[in-house]
């Protein structure tokens, strides 16, 4: 059986292979951005989706990540915020603006168009996927 927890490594190894930064022959450096937000909120999803049933918690079939995060229990929560306070970032303010970077991102052709700009933290994105998939 494929678990939740396998599903969400897939979407992680795909998110740190589109980061990969790699050498185009006319110089420039290609990283696909696009699929690497897209494929790293979902791997945050699932994993926070994962805990919550493990933990018998009901969740609301959403995509924002603050939602969700904030439903695990408070020690699941407190280790994982406790992470990114070792490495000096607020976790609480990059969570809030990555929590729709997957709905975001996914239609960004749209979000653009009504917006103009939008960004993704890449390395807080990181280390909340690798720290949810070390939590589970």
């Not at 930064?21 to 690497?36: A, D, L, T, Y």
Request: proline share 4%.
């Amino acid at each position: 059986m494929y678990t939740v927890f396998q599903q969400a490594y897939s979407f992680l190894v795909a998110a740190e292979r589109c980061m990969e930064e790699r050498k185009h022959p006319n110089g420039q450096i290609q990283m696909p951005i696009i699929p690497s937000v897209v494929n790293a909120t979902f791997a945050c999803e699932l994993y926070l989706k994962g805990m919550l049933d493990k933990n018998n918690i009901d969740f609301p079939y959403k995509h924002d990540l603050k939602i969700l995060f904030n439903l695990l229990p408070c020690d699941i929560r407190n280790k994982i915020e406790c992470v990114f306070q070792d490495e000096n970032i607020d976790f609480e303010k990059e969570l809030d603006k990555a929590k729709d970077l997957f709905i975001d991102w996914r239609y960004l052709h749209q979000k653009i168009a009504t917006v103009g700009t939008i960004h993704a933290n890449l390395e807080f994105l990181r280390l909340f996927m690798n720290t949810l998939s070390d939590c589970h």
